[in-house]
């Protein structure tokens, strides 16, 4: 006999847990709120962070396409517009354009993604190639990593204009913003995940669902901890040039 599914309160408890394994946890994020980080650790963090702003669309577009649900369309495409702004509204990326000229990186340098590390950029493909493969549901519920969003947001604003004054405070519009967009984003994904994953294997799907989408997280600051923290950026054996590809796949 097949055990009985965890209630609503039971997985939504089990999906919060989850939180024990958000990156804010990582020795590089704890560096960036404790005040430890160099100047060269927060540019290579936000010039890095850019791409994985610049797939989100590409993400949510994917659970778009593949959602035949006609009010979650419409909600959903919120996300979107949050993110690549609308006519006379700044969106996302442009709000992470000026936060990376806050750390002193030009618009050009990030735009040319020349700064993205290969473990990065994998991470992310991986994430946008799951939102493209999978069904919408599952699809929609792996963005729950912005249930412990709202946190790191508020660590970022709490502690960087501390610790770093160097900082322009025009670059904090960013995580400003996300703090109301996140919350209303996870009622939603909640919805979506409540009542899509009745049985309990469906909701333990959902929970290693879950955590691919914090493995991604925290393999972008593992690829980004070798770079800037142990020097070791992919060729460091062979070659300080960044030769390695920027964005066009083999």
């Known amino acids: 006999m097949s055990q009985a599914a965890m209630s609503p309160v039971e997985f939504e408890q089990a999906l919060r ?7 804010i946890h990582h020795p590089f994020h704890r560096a960036m709120y404790e005040g430890r980080a160099s100047r060269e650790q927060i540019q290579g963090w936000v010039a890095n962070r850019f791409y994985y702003q610049l797939c989100i669309p590409l993400k949510d577009a994917a659970i778009l396409a593949n959602c035949a649900d006609r009010d979650t369309r419409r909600e959903w495409l919120q996300r979107i517009l949050d993110h690549d702004g609308a006519t006379g509204e700044e969106g996302g990326i442009e709000a992470w354009l000026r936060l990376a000229e806050a750390v002193g990186l030009t618009r050009e340098q990030v735009l040319s ?19 493209r493969r999978a069904c919408w549901q599952e699809a929609a519920s792996s963005s729950l990593t912005e249930l412990f969003a709202p946190q790191i947001h508020q660590s970022r604003l709490d502690a960087w204009p501390q610790h770093y004054p160097w ?17 209303r984003d996870v009622e939603h994904g909640l919805r979506i995940t409540l009542a899509h994953y009745r049985t309990l294997e469906a909701q333990q799907r959902m929970l290693e669902i879950l955590q691919f989408k ?36 083999p």
Do not use: C
Not at 17 to 23: C, E, F, I, L, N
Not at 121 to 130: C, E, H, I, M, T
């Open 17 to 23: 847990a989850k939180g024990a394994y958000y990156h």
């Open 113 to 131: 993604q020349e700064l993205v590390l290969p473990g990065v950029r994998f991470a992310v493909d991986a994430y946008v190639n799951f939102a």
């Open 167 to 183: 900082i322009d405070a025009a670059g904090y519009d960013y995580f400003r913003r996300r703090l109301g967009q996140a919350r």
């Open 214 to 249: 914090l493995d991604v997280l925290w393999s972008m600051l593992d690829a980004m901890s070798m770079a800037y923290e142990l020097q070791r950026p992919p060729y460091h054996t062979v070659t300080a040039a960044r030769v390695w590809h920027r964005g066009v796949a």
